[in-house]
């Protein structure tokens, strides 16, 4: 399914990249990577339009893992924008819990929640490993003691093309083996889980 297709992934605790393709991404260690010549890159921050899907994906996850919804905050997704346009892929480093994701050919952010949520098939909710980079996007998406997040969307750097950046508070997939538990809870089966969103739009 994801033949030709780069994708790349970080968390806070952690590289957690998956790669389909031949070859790697220069700079997704966090080099700056710049932009595709005099062109520089465009960047939607806000809670219109297509980030508006974001969140209201991240929500109908949340549901069917019986937390709370999250509200999107303004403050989030400027810093996840200044964060992003300098095309350095790797962690800011900053105060709040973090998710990135991005390729050379998926233009729908949406696709890239649908892709960190579906980590969950590789979480022990009876034993959780902690901390797992495998599968600290997906906890933190649905971590229960997180209240508010903010999205940027990028595109056009060099050489991670689509990258949507995601910033949460409180920051969450952070703690002991009991905060994982207390924070990530199984799904409701009885609940709408969304699957696959279209990757280009």
């Given at each position: 399914?994801?033949?030709?297709?780069?994708l790349?992934?970080?968390?806070?605790?952690g590289?957690?990249?998956?790669?389909?393709?031949?070859?790697?991404?220069?700079?997704?260690?966090?080099?700056?990577v710049?932009?595709?010549?005099?062109?520089?890159?465009s960047?939607?921050?806000?809670?219109?339009?297509?980030?508006?899907?974001?969140?209201?994906?991240?929500?109908?996850?949340?549901?069917?893992?019986?937390?709370?919804?999250?509200?999107?905050?303004?403050?989030?997704?400027?810093?996840?924008?200044?964060?992003?346009y300098?095309?350095?892929?790797?962690h800011?480093?900053g105060p709040y819990?973090?998710t990135?994701a991005?390729?050379?050919?998926?233009?729908n952010?949406?696709?890239y929640?649908?892709?960190?949520?579906?980590?969950?098939?590789?979480?022990?909710?009876?034993?959780?490993?902690?901390?797992?980079p495998a599968?600290?996007?997906?906890?933190?998406l649905?971590?229960?003691?997180?209240?508010?997040m903010?999205?940027?969307f990028?595109?056009?750097?060099?050489?991670?093309?689509?990258?949507?950046?995601?910033e949460?508070?409180?920051?969450?997939?952070?703690?002991s083996?009991l905060?994982y538990?207390?924070?990530?809870?199984p799904?409701?089966?009885?609940?709408?889980?969304p699957?696959?969103?279209p990757a280009?739009?």
């Open positions: 399914m994801f033949r030709g297709i780069i790349f992934l970080f968390t806070l605790l590289l957690a990249t998956g790669v389909f393709g031949l070859d790697a991404v220069k700079g997704s260690q966090g080099t700056d710049g932009v595709q010549g005099d062109e520089l890159p960047i939607h921050w806000d809670a219109l339009g297509n980030l508006q899907v974001t969140i209201a994906l991240v929500n109908k996850y949340r549901t069917a893992h019986q937390v709370s919804e999250l509200t999107w905050n303004t403050t989030l997704a400027q810093y996840a924008a200044n964060a992003a300098p095309c350095k892929f790797g800011s480093n819990g973090e990135l991005g390729s050379n050919t998926i233009n952010p949406e696709w929640i649908w892709y960190l949520y579906d980590e969950n098939k590789d979480y022990d909710f009876k034993n959780p490993k902690v901390p797992n599968t600290a996007h997906f906890t933190q649905v971590w229960a003691s997180t209240k508010q903010g999205c940027a990028i595109e056009g750097c060099k050489d991670v093309k689509y990258q949507l950046w995601c949460f508070v409180p920051k969450g997939s952070t703690g083996q905060a538990r207390n924070n990530v809870k799904a409701d089966k009885t609940k709408e889980i699957g696959m969103p280009h739009i």
